[in-house]
T-cell receptor
Framework: DVKVTQSSRYLVKRTGEKVFLECVQD?????MFWYRQDPGLGLRLIYF???????EKGDIPEGYSVSREKKERFSLILESASTNQTSMYLC??????????????FGSGTQLSVL | QQQVKQSPQSLIVQKGGISIINCAYE??????FPWYQQFPGKGPALLIA?????SEKKEGRFTISFNKSAKQFSLHIMDSQPGDSATYFC??????????FGPGTSLSVIP
């Protein structure tokens, strides 16, 4: 079974802190994604990566950056956390067959609270 | 045009009943329509998916109905069980663009 592991289940940070959310997948997938989940808004794509050291902006990249130094690891960085970034953050991966029409495998999520 | 609309926002169904969740889209370039199921404390997981060349796909108690001309698709859960209580997301994508998710439907199946 594909496993996507997010380093923290719950995280509490203060406004202005730099926050790192880590994600690791164990199936040699090419594609990795960071989503944000808010009630009534569904899943919104923050950033994604189709290859090591490669990144592309999603729908809501403002206030976030990402890093993918190794194929299996994709990090989401909040440069200066703000209260409106309080949310559930979901990491996902997919095989990467040259299209986006393929199954996404999600981690269990990190519930981030910014106080 | 990239939006996927989903209704209802929440749904309560009695055990053994049929749960129906509806989605609509505008972008005619979408050609892949997955449904994801999310239990509390877990990430979403792919439940079933359809492509627009078929009008229906069935996997066990779960069926997707697809109406290309109306640009609508729906998930039917037959003989709904308490274990089906979860949040359901419809989604759509083109071959080379990101997946667009609907806002989700919270389903509660009561005994």
């Amino acid at each position: 079974d594909v496993k996507v592991t997010q380093s923290s289940r719950y995280l509490v940070k203060r406004t202005g802190e730099k926050v790192f959310l880590e994600c690791v997948q164990d199936m040699d997938h090419e594609n990795m994604f960071w989503y944000r989940q808010d009630p009534g808004l569904g899943l919104r794509l923050i950033y994604f990566s189709y290859d090591v050291k490669m990144k592309e902006k999603g729908d809501i990249p403002e206030g976030y950056s990402v890093s993918r130094e190794k194929k299996e690891r994709f990090s989401l960085i909040l440069e200066s956390a703000s209260t409106n970034q309080t949310s559930m953050y979901l990491c996902a991966s997919s095989l990467g067959l040259g299209t986006t029409n393929e199954k996404l495998f999600f981690g269990s999520g990190t519930q981030l609270s910014v106080l | 045009q990239q939006q996927v609309k989903q209704s209802p926002q929440s749904l309560i169904v009695q055990k053994g009943g049929i749960s129906i969740i509806n989605c609509a889209y505008e972008n005619t370039a979408f050609d892949y329509f997955p449904w994801y199921q999310q239990f509390p404390g877990k990430g979403p997981a792919l439940l079933i998916a359809i492509r627009p060349d078929v009008s229906e796909k069935k996997e066990g108690r779960f069926t997707i109905s697809f109406n290309k001309s109306a640009k609508q698709f729906s998930l039917h859960i037959m003989d709904s069980q308490p274990g089906d209580s979860a949040t359901y997301f419809c989604a759509a994508s083109t071959p080379y663009d990101k997946v667009i998710f609907g806002p989700g439907t919270s389903l509660s199946v009561i005994p």
